[in-house]
């Protein structure tokens, strides 16, 4: 899991594989900058192009490889398009506010189409249009969901967002009624585009112009562990695993969930979604993106096949929280995001890639980008709660934080504010949040299985470790041949008991949401900082055997 968070490999390696992804070295000195970021996703590569252009140094570092973690696992949707509804984000924020939610989501995908033409870089990048539908069955009474278009386009009249609707619309095969188009969305290739941007850090091009070939430095197999912010002035020192120290300026958070304890982190709830890549012969889907509101949430766009001749349908949804699914139920949302497509697009052949990735859902619809919350920090800054548009809030977060380090006013600096209050229409939402993040401490008290031997091979379960291990919960990992290596299954981070994640091979905490390497325990994702404490040797040899 050091060049992707998870078993599954993702549809993108298909045209761009791992061998393309920029090579970094490990940091091995102290060093001191403007900007420090931690994280080597979307957010953190736009943070630190953003800077550079502005005329900051910055030196970012990665635990892993750079595109590790969700971004190289994105179904690859540009949109200002949001699921969460115009009519929510005005009722939740005011008309201003949902017109800068607007405006600030269609600057951040037009922007990667402005780099990609100006710097020439062939990533698919196209617009096109945004079609929403909403699927309600007709024969299932205990469905309460009402087709939510009509008060959709309500609020895109008051906003003045360009839009078309159409009552007695048709998509596919499957579904005939009221369609809502948004204009001038985006799609591209996450992956190309980011390696491709960046080919000068592997020192095999140089993107940006040669007076700011000084300005950025990048290290992988660098992970973070504290860092400490001497006040408004005299900026902040970053510490890492290996003992070298970053001091910068500013220091910027775009780990995906920050590493921390509490303030944002407890404003916020983690879910898995799934995407499936199906073959289909070249054209015979409209080049679009396809949001079927209804439930689940199923979204559909295409990418480039190695094969001339096809194209691939790139199908996602099925979300659900992290850490609370059943075994069987992980290979289940494939299947019925399988038998959706094929019901809708009967000309699809095979599925060739099923992957699955990870959802920050914010309390109130909207990203956390700015100074860091609760901390009482004036230098860090944080980037988290993608709700599903990672890819534009990462964006949208290479021009906010650098205008906020730089002292330039930004109109969008108040609606993302991770310190903004929450709105009384959202509360009663934390409150169920905050209960069924706690009621998942109650797996102290059970145990997936009561014999090893129960549990297959390539293949985890949590058991009690007994008296030896004075009761406490233990991840046991079978391999192949039957060898067994085991961790403790409590998260580092709060406590929270880990669960078996039977599609990606790792472990899950239903808590806050982080994520470790099945085989090894290695943190995959935050906000915990490390992995998972080795209880034998095999699994101490399994944590020795590996980077990252």
Request: proline content about 5%; aromatic content about 10%; overall charge negative.
């Amino acid at each position: 899991m050091n060049r992707t968070s998870g078993y599954k490999q993702p549809v993108w390696i298909s045209t761009e594989p791992y061998s393309n992804r920029p090579d970094f070295p490990k940091l091995s000195r102290d060093v001191q900058v403007d900007v420090v970021i931690v994280g080597g996703g979307i957010a953190g590569i736009s943070v630190a192009y953003e800077c550079v252009q502005k005329g900051l140094s910055v030196a970012l570092i990665e635990a892993r490889e750079a595109l590790s973690g969700e971004t190289g696992r994105t179904s690859g949707h540009l949109a200002s398009s949001l699921d969460d509804h115009y009519y929510e984000l005005i009722n939740t924020f005011g008309e201003q506010g949902a017109k800068y939610a607007y405006e600030s989501h269609q600057w951040a995908l037009e922007r990667v189409g402005t780099i990609s033409m100006n710097e020439g870089i062939d990533c698919e990048y196209r617009n096109l249009p945004g079609i929403m539908m909403v699927e309600v069955p007709d024969t299932d009474p205990t469905y309460n969901k009402k087709n939510n278009l009509p008060d959709e386009v309500d609020a895109l009249k008051r906003l003045g967002i360009p839009h078309k609707f159409y009552p007695n619309g048709s998509i596919g095969k499957a579904y005939t009624g009221a369609v809502l188009e948004y204009e001038q969305q985006g799609v591209f290739h996450p992956t190309k585009y980011f390696c491709k941007r960046f080919e000068f850090w592997n020192r095999r091009a140089n993107v940006l112009k040669e007076k700011h070939a000084d300005k950025f430095q990048a290290y992988t197999h660098t992970r973070y562990v504290s860092h400490k912010d001497h006040g408004s002035s005299a900026g902040v020192t970053v510490s890492t695993e290996g003992g070298q120290t970053l001091q910068g300026k500013h220091m910027v958070m775009t780990t995906n969930v920050p590493l921390q304890k509490v303030a944002v982190v407890v404003k916020e709830a983690y879910y898995r979604t799934y995407c499936i890549a199906m073959r289909a012969p070249k054209g015979a889907f409209p080049d679009q993106l396809l949001y079927d509101n209804g439930d689940p949430y199923i979204y559909v766009r295409k990418t480039a096949h190695p094969d001339p001749n096809f194209e691939y349908l790139v199908i996602g949804g099925e979300d659900h929280k992290v850490g609370q699914e059943t075994q069987e139920g992980y290979g289940k949302h494939y299947q019925r995001l399988e038998a959706w497509t094929r019901e809708h697009y009967p000309f699809v052949e095979e599925t060739e890639f099923r992957w699955s990735g990870q959802i920050v859902e914010p309390n109130d619809y909207m990203a956390f980008i700015g100074k860091n919350a609760g901390m009482s920090e004036n230098n860090v800054y944080i980037c988290t709660g993608d709700s599903g548009n990672g890819l534009t809030h990462g964006v949208i977060a290479g021009r906010l934080l650098t205008d906020l380090m730089i002292g330039v006013e930004n109109p969008w600096a108040s609606l993302y504010s991770p310190s903004r209050k929450p709105k009384p229409r959202t509360i009663p939402e934390d409150i169920r949040e905050n209960v069924d993040q706690n009621l998942q401490y109650m797996r102290f008290l059970k145990t997936d299985v009561s014999d090893i031997e129960s549990i297959p091979r390539c293949s985890g379960a949590v058991m009690h470790g007994g008296l030896k291990k004075l009761g406490k919960p233990v991840a046991v990992y079978k391999d192949g041949d039957g060898k067994v290596s085991t961790f403790s299954a409590i998260c580092p981070h709060m406590k929270g008991v880990v669960a078996w994640n039977a599609s990606e091979m790792s472990w899950d905490c239903p808590i806050h949401g982080s994520r470790f390497d099945g085989l090894t325990g290695k943190c995959v994702m935050g906000p915990a900082i490390r992995g998972l404490h080795a209880e034998d040797e095999a699994g101490e040899e399994a944590q020795k055997g590996t980077s990252g």
